[in-house]
C-alpha cells in the first residue's frame, strides 16, 4: 500500500508541541498513529459531520488529529491537534 | 464452628463472561505474548490493559470484554489471567525460565503451538502489530507507570473494576460534541486559511 504524501501546517505542529508538553511517550504514539493514517487515511480516521465539514478525524486518547485528504495528489494535509474537550 | 447459613459469602466483584468473550481474550493474550518479548505475567496483564485503552482512544471500539480492577500495583485482570491459564491447558502457551533483570530468574510466556490459533481480524491484527512496536521495549515498569497515567485508570478508586465500557461512551460523546463545536469549526477554518 503506497503512503500518501503530507503536508503539516504550522498550527498542527504548535498544537502537538503545546500537547506532548515534553512528553516524549506521547509524541511517539502521535507520530506512530500520523504513519498508519498515511497508509490508509480513510481507515484510520472518520469523516467528520457536523460543522467541523470536510476533515478527517483520527482519535489519540483524548486528543484529536484533524487533517484533510487530497485524493487527486494523494496528500494529506494535517491541519490541527485539538483536544477532545476544546469544545 | 459457624453455621453454614452464618457463613457470609462475598460475592466476586468479576463479571462473568460468555464463551465467545473467553474465546476472544484467549487470542488477545496469544497474540500479545506472540508479539512481545520477555511477557511475564505482570507484563502481559499491563500491555492487555493498554492494549485496550488505546483500542478505545483510536479506534472508538473495545479489543475484548474483559474487565480489570485498579490494584495498587496498576491494573489487573481475573479474566486476562483465566485465560493465560486456559492456553496453558491447552498447550498453546508454556512458561520458560530465563534470567531476568531485576531478579536472579522469572517466568516468561512463550507461544509453544502457534497454529492452533485462530487467525485474527486484519484491523485487529494490524492494531496489535503497531501498539507491539510502541511497546515492545518498554518494560514492565515502565509499562505499569504508563498504565496508572491512563484516564480511566485514575478515574478509579482503589479495588474497583475500571469501567472501560463507561470510557468507551463518554470518548464517543466527545468525538460527537468536537464535530459539532463551532469553536473548532473556526480552528481548523483558521488552519485551512494558514
Same mark, same amino acid.
Given at each position: 500500500m503506497a503512503n500518501y504524501a503530507t503536508r503539516r501546517k504550522r498550527l498542527f505542529d504548535e498544537d502537538l508541541e503545546k500537547a506532548a508538553r515534553g512528553s516524549a511517550v506521547f509524541l511517539e504514539r502521535v507520530e506512530r498513529r500520523i504513519v498508519k493514517i498515511r497508509k490508509s487515511p480513510q481507515h484510520h480516521g472518520y469523516h467528520a459531520g457536523g460543522v /467541523?465539514?470536510?476533515?478527517?478525524?483520527?482519535? /489519540?486518547g483524548d486528543w484529536a488529529i484533524i487533517y484533510e485528504i487530497n485524493e487527486e495528489s494523494q496528500t494529506l494535509i494535517f491541519l490541527r491537534f485539538l483536544s477532545l474537550d476544546d469544545v | 464452628m459457624p453455621k453454614i447459613?452464618?457463613?457470609?459469602?462475598?460475592?466476586?466483584?468479576?463479571?462473568?463472561?460468555?464463551?465467545a468473550d473467553r474465546r476472544r481474550a484467549?487470542?488477545?493474550?496469544a497474540n500479545l505474548i506472540s508479539r512481545l518479548d520477555f511477557v511475564t505475567d505482570w507484563r502481559l496483564q499491563k500491555a492487555y490493559f493498554l492494549a485496550e485503552v488505546w483500542s478505545i482512544e483510536e479506534r472508538l471500539r473495545r479489543l475484548s470484554a474483559v474487565d480489570f480492577a485498579s490494584w495498587a500495583h496498576g491494573p489487573w485482570s481475573?479474566?486476562?489471567?483465566?485465560?493465560?491459564?486456559?492456553?496453558?491447558?491447552?498447550?498453546?502457551?508454556?512458561?520458560?525460565?530465563?534470567?531476568?533483570?531485576?531478579?536472579?530468574?522469572?517466568?516468561?510466556?512463550?507461544?509453544?503451538?502457534?497454529?492452533?490459533?485462530?487467525?485474527?481480524?486484519e484491523s485487529d491484527s494490524e492494531f496489535l502489530d503497531s501498539f507491539a512496536a510502541q511497546v515492545k521495549f518498554?518494560?514492565?515498569?515502565?509499562?505499569?507507570k504508563i498504565t496508572k497515567l491512563t484516564l480511566p485508570f485514575q478515574a478509579t478508586r482503589r479495588d474497583a473494576l475500571v469501567n472501560l465500557d463507561r470510557y468507551l461512551q463518554t470518548l464517543r460523546e466527545k468525538h460527537e460534541r468536537f464535530v459539532n463545536s463551532p469553536r473548532v469549526a473556526r480552528l481548523v477554518a483558521e488552519a485551512k486559511a494558514e
Open positions: /467541523v465539514r470536510c476533515s478527517w478525524i483520527a482519535g /489519540v | 447459613s452464618e457463613i457470609k459469602v462475598v460475592r466476586s466483584p468479576w463479571r462473568p463472561i460468555s464463551e484467549a487470542l488477545v493474550v481475573l479474566h486476562v489471567r483465566e485465560a493465560e491459564e486456559a492456553l496453558e491447558a491447552q498447550e498453546i502457551v508454556s512458561r520458560v525460565r530465563h534470567p531476568a533483570k531485576r531478579r536472579p530468574e522469572a517466568e516468561f510466556l512463550q507461544i509453544k503451538k502457534a497454529e492452533k490459533l485462530p487467525p485474527l481480524e518498554v518494560d514492565g515498569e515502565k509499562l505499569t
